[in-house]
């Protein structure tokens, strides 16, 4: 076996540029060569054009007429914490952001939580007004006490008409008593007057606390049930103003309407408390007048 020079393994070798261009470009050129010759010599090859993919077209959008139902789809297309969290915000608005008016609600506003409130309010009150009826009858043994069916119907016509003519007002008025000028015109969306939509869910939302309300006017303690009128009007009016508040400034009766917001609140539950579960006074077909009777005879017995 022959020695190896380990000093010429460890030296740099020179090698010629000419050498190294000449190696690639003959293999380069030789590998291209090949790739021709081939497909030349091929006559199963097709040559095959590039494909230009295509994106697709966005569907065009249409809109729907205000009286067809594809219409009313986009306000019913809402999820279940979205609607969880806006009856929370409709109680306790400090639990979310303070835009979240302008973000959430007039930004997406949906009919499907209103309706649901609504109609759960309906029932409730049509149900609890039943069973106040008949605690308030429950020791009288000579009257025969039966469920009021017309409760139901009452109660909806008194609901449906505060949950839609009550915002159809309040929008009317904003729009035709709010200030308008040239600096209103390059402000942000957020202080400009609510949509119909938009008070519609607001007022829908704003009847989520009459319900456990409802079930606590059964009890039949008078200053108890105007307690709760009371603090169920502040609560839902307060929030209702709260939310309002930027659209509400800009407007020229400012205060008036504040006050009306809160009027129509207390007229609601009071109405509601007044109607369903107020206990009437029949201490004086029970008790004065057998009182006056026997003093009557006894007078006339002296006689």
């Known amino acids: ?70 219409y009313y789809q986009k306000y019913f297309d809402v999820q279940t914490n979205e609607v969880v969290e806006r009856i929370i915000s409709s109680v306790l608005p400090q639990k979310v952001s303070r835009n979240y008016f302008d973000e959430k609600i007039k930004g997406k506003p949906d009919l499907y939580g209103p309706i649901w409130i609504s109609v759960t309010l309906i029932f409730t009150i049509a149900v609890s007004g039943n069973i106040a009826s008949y605690l308030q009858n429950a020791n009288n043994k000579s009257f025969q006490w039966r469920y009021d069916f017309h409760m139901v119907s009452i109660a909806a016509t008194a609901i449906a008409t505060y949950v839609w003519i009550v915002p159809l007002a309040l929008w009317a008025s904003l729009k035709w008593t709010t200030n308008t000028d040239a600096h209103d015109e390059i402000e942000n969306q957020d202080t400009k007057s609510p949509t119909m939509i938009s008070l519609f869910c607001l007022y829908g939302y704003s009847l989520s606390i009459y319900v456990p309300v409802a079930v606590f006017w059964t009890i039949q303690v008078f200053w108890l049930q105007w307690l709760l009128v009371l603090m169920a009007t502040f609560v839902s009016g307060a929030v209702l103003i709260f939310w309002l508040l930027p659209a509400l400034k800009k407007s020229k009766y400012f205060l008036i309407l504040g ?45």
């Open 1 to 70: 076996m022959s020695k190896v020079n380990t000093g010429e393994l460890l030296d740099f070798q020179d090698y010629s540029p000419e050498h190294n261009n000449r190696t690639a470009r003959i293999d380069v050129e030789a590998v291209h060569t090949n790739q021709y010759n081939n497909t030349i010599s091929n006559p199963n090859y097709a040559f095959e054009e590039s494909k230009i993919t295509e994106e697709p077209e966005a569907p065009p959008q249409t809109n729907h007429n205000f009286w067809t139902i594809e």
């Open 259 to 303: 006050g009306l917001i809160l009027a129509c609140h207390f007229l609601l539950a009071a109405g509601f408390m007044l109607y369903f579960f107020h206990r009437p006074s029949t201490v004086v077909d029970n008790v004065i007048v057998p009182i006056v009777t026997t003093t009557v005879k006894s007078v006339v017995a002296k006689n």
